[in-house]
């Protein structure tokens, strides 16, 4: 003969039920946060290898010409290392404000969306 769970019980049991759904949402959710900001870092570092390779052919084009019309092969490779510098030394003092903070707030965004 079956008993019939008392009110206690049956609480006891949806409770456990309740649980384990929330913990299997909570799980879904942070595969899929996780995915999200995956494919927003490979997106991410996809696009900075082909801006690279761009800007790569203009700078030895640039840097061609500037030769060429310098008289030396070399000058132009050197103007377009000095511009890099002065460009990469205001890039590095702005770092915190360019890079550090865009970066927090994007992933904070991820994570929170």
């Known amino acids: 003969m079956e008993t019939k769970p008392n009110g206690v019980e049956e609480l006891f049991q ?29 997106t991410t570092l996809v696009l900075i290898i082909i801006i690279s390779a761009v800007l790569l052919c203009f700078t030895v084009g640039a840097a061609l010409l500037i030769s060429e019309l310098m008289g030396k092969s070399y000058f132009g490779f050197f103007v377009m290392g000095g511009l890099y510098l002065i460009i990469g030394l205001i890039f590095y003092s702005m770092r915190h404000k360019l890079i550090k903070t865009r970066v927090t707030n994007k992933l904070i965004k991820e994570l929170i969306d």
């Open 14 to 42: 949806k409770f456990k039920d309740y649980v384990e759904v929330r913990l299997e949402l909570f799980k879904l959710k942070s595969i899929n946060k996780a995915a999200g900001f995956m494919a927003a870092s490979i």
